[in-house]
């Protein structure tokens, strides 16, 4: 993430985020991702908050990497999972041709609009020719400040559009879901999943 006032939402608020969060079900779409990335291959959880994805695709073998911008959720992940993890922002991303799947779970929605276009080329670049990527973002068409975090929601016609304006994807999938969060049940996200070229 590059806004600083949402990282620092995240810094004061992790152990409260980590408890609110590490028990959310969310198998289902670890299934949609995983039935595309080879057995064993490497997966980037890219926002790892909790670690939630992280342990999850570690028990089923893969070669798993967390990364999140926030230095507490990334030590609350290594202690958890046991996997690497590196502190750092969606815009620094330096990797090439070194992922099999990215997962990116709520992740980028704290990026604004305009910095989502870069971002998702340096996660083009970070995956191999093949690779997965998978994102979500809640279900609207605002970017929004919202208690000390950014929010850029998207629909499906928004979604595709930025994806092919970034360009390097291809059999893009795009579907709706509701919250995996008992209490939130009425709020709609938008998944994305598709494969680089």
């Known amino acids: ?11 004061e608020n992790a152990e409260e985020f980590i408890t609110r969060t590490e028990t959310v079900d969310m198998s289902a779409l670890y299934d949609a991702f995983l039935s595309h990335v080879s057995a064993g291959g490497r997966v980037m959880d890219l926002g790892c908050g909790a670690g939630n994805a992280a342990l999850h695709f570690s028990k089923k073998g893969y070669d798993v990497l967390a990364v ?5 959720l990334c030590e609350h992940t290594h202690r958890r999972v046991g996997c690497p993890v590196r502190v750092l922002r969606f815009d620094e991303l ?10 990116a779970c709520a992740s980028l929605l704290h990026l604004r609009m305009n910095e989502l276009p870069r ?21 609207g068409e605002t970017e929004r400040d919202k208690n000390g975090r950014v929010f850029s ?3 499906e016609s928004s979604l595709r559009r930025l994806i092919d304006d970034a360009g390097g994807f291809r059999d893009v999938s795009l579907w709706t879901t509701g919250d995996a969060r008992p209490d939130r049940a ?3 996200w938008v998944n994305l999943l598709c494969r680089a070229d």
């Open 119 to 139: 971002v998702l080329r340096l996660i083009r670049r970070s995956l191999k020719s093949g690779g997965i990527f998978y994102a979500s973002f809640k279900y």
């Open 1 to 11: 993430m590059t806004n600083n006032d949402t990282l620092n939402w995240y810094r």
């Open 68 to 72: 999140d911008g926030c230095p507490e």
């Open 94 to 103: 330096d990797y090439e041709n070194a992922f099999d799947g990215v997962w």
């Open 186 to 188: 009425d709020e709609k």
């Open 153 to 155: 929601d998207m629909t």
